[in-house]
């Protein structure tokens, strides 16, 4: 019995054991924290990834479209029965263009509904690489004698814009 007692002393009194323990414990918080950081820093990651992956896209798009208004600064035409002026613009890029989220601003003025007509002189839905469209700008009455201006802009903010006279 006495071996026994002083055995249990012993166990009970050990140091060394209380330090293990010890040193479990901080252990097991330590990978638990350190878990939680991985996981909030593996989403922050992921979230900046794909962010980057879309931005490189628009990027990507951006490079490969491009406009050119080729009407003539000089010769601006103007239908005098239907009120209205026609502009000739190129797609000069690689990429198609949807004409239906090309915008048109007139001196500042977004032309939009009735007042603006476009048509593809090429290819019909979709405004191909090298292709031409036709944009008839209705203003009522003939613009004032002066200088004017004309900006196409693509849906990714590529845009052309054109100086004239009237």
Known sequence: MQDETSALHL?????????????????????????????????????????????????????????????????????????YYTFYAKNTGKSDIAPEYVDVILDGEYIQGKNLNMSLQDSPGVWKPSGVIIINVTTGDPLDPGDHRLKITTDNGISDTIDFKT
């Not at 050990?14 to 918080?29: K, L, P, R």
């Not at 931005?55 to 208004?69: F, G, P």
């Not at 080729?70 to 029965?81: A, F, L, R």
């Open 11 to 83: 166990f009970l009194n050990d140091e060394n054991g209380d330090t293990a323990v010890t040193h479990m414990i901080f252990f097991i918080a330590a990978v638990i924290i350190a878990v939680g950081v991985v996981g909030a820093l593996s989403t922050n990651v992921q979230s900046i990834m794909g962010a980057t992956s879309e931005n490189s896209e628009v990027v990507s798009d951006q490079l490969k479209t491009d406009i050119t208004i080729i009407s003539d600064p000089e010769v601006i035409p103007y239908n005098t029965t239907s009120d």
